[in-house]
Structure formats: C-alpha cells, structure tokens
Nanobody, 117 residues
Framework: QVQLVESGGGLVQPGGSLRLSCAAS????????MGWFRQAPGKQRELVAR???????NYSDSVKSRFTISRDNAKNTVYLQMNSLKPEDTAVYYC???????????WGQGTQVTVSS
C-alpha cells in the first residue's frame, strides 16, 4: 500500500500562484510515476502533470508553460507549482502514485483549488 498526503490548495485570484505538495509513504517501489490529476464539477478526472522517478515528465496541454512539476525522490514528495492561474483551473486536485510494474494506482484525498476574483 501507498499513502499520499496532499497540501497547498486554496483560493487565489486569477493570475496568481499556488504550490501543491504530496508526500508518499509505504511501499514505494521503482519504477513509478507521481503526479497530479484534477476534477472539476461535472467533468471527468484529467491528468495535469506527472513525473517518473527517473525524471521524465508529461503535462496536459492546458497547463504547459504555466505549471511545473518536480519531485524529491529522497523524500518521496512531488510538487506542482502553478502560475498564471485561470478560473478554468478551478478543481479538486488529486495526487497520484502509479507503480509501473503492476499499473496499480494510489490516490490522495484531494485538495481544492479555486481561482476566482
């Protein structure tokens, strides 16, 4: 099992910034992905960004150039720096850990990000 604890959500004005953090604990095996998904009301959960333990990253087209994902493998922690936030970024953001050998997914409890003036 893998446990994920998220922090950093909140309310921010359009154009502002937020940083999300997610710490993983438990049976952390490589290779793996750690990343972020989001779900807005009435919409499906979608990938925002994810990062392999080896460094490979991929981003949703909607957040490229505005969001940056990073991770500290020694701390089993992934970060999402979100800049130039837009109202359409409003969603519950979920941390995800995927064990690549088994394709097993683990999820955090979610953190609300609201972009509004």
């Amino acid at each position: 099992q893998v446990q994920l604890v998220e922090s950093g959500g909140g309310l921010v004005q359009p154009g502002g910034s937020l940083r999300l953090s997610c710490a993983a604990s438990g049976r952390i095996f490589s290779p793996n992905f750690m990343g972020w998904f989001r779900q807005a009301p009435g919409k499906q959960r979608e990938l925002v960004a994810r990062m392999r333990d080896g460094g490979f990253t991929n981003y949703s087209d909607s957040v490229k150039s505005r969001f940056t994902i990073s991770r500290d493998n020694a701390k089993n922690t992934v970060y999402l720096q979100m800049n130039s936030l837009k109202p359409e970024d409003t969603a519950v953001y979920y941390c995800n850990f995927r064990r690549l050998t088994s394709q097993m997914d683990y999820w955090g409890q979610g953190t609300q990000v609201t972009v509004s003036s």
